[in-house]
Nanobody
Framework: QVQLVESGGGLVQPGGSLRLSCAAS????????MDWYRQAPGKEREFVAT???????NYEDSVKGRFTISRDNAKNTGYLQMNSLKPGDTGVYYC?????????WGQGTQVTVSS
């Protein structure tokens, strides 16, 4: 059974950086696409970034140029490097892996951007 564990969240000042990790087990990570989503208090979960199994990234407009999604298939781990963080980036960040007819979510990691 697939298990995803996010880490790397925390409290950071505006303009700061964080690197989130998503460690996968129980699955062939290299065959799956990976996404990052976030959910702010009182709001719906929203898409942040995605990377295909082949390594092609795509981003939600508000994070383009600030966030970088990547993956290390040898380590079964995906990453989200977040720079120039803003208070609006605050939320619980979730990773998801998927392929046709299948998806799995992690438990989330809290990111708080505040002075």
């Amino acid at each position: 059974q697939v298990q995803l564990v996010e880490s790397g969240g925390g409290l950071v000042q505006p303009g700061g950086s964080l690197r989130l990790s998503c460690a996968a087990s129980g699955t062939i990570f290299s065959m799956l696409h990976m996404d990052w989503y976030r959910q702010a208090p009182g709001k719906e979960r929203e898409f942040v970034a995605t990377i295909t199994s082949g390594g092609t990234p795509n981003y939600e407009d508000s994070v383009k140029g600030r966030f970088t999604i990547s993956r290390d298939n040898a380590k079964n781990t995906g990453y989200l490097q977040m720079n120039s963080l803003k208070p609006g980036d605050t939320g619980v960040y979730y990773c998801r892996v998927r392929r046709t007819g299948y998806s799995a979510w992690g438990q989330g990691t809290q990111v708080t951007v505040s002075s």
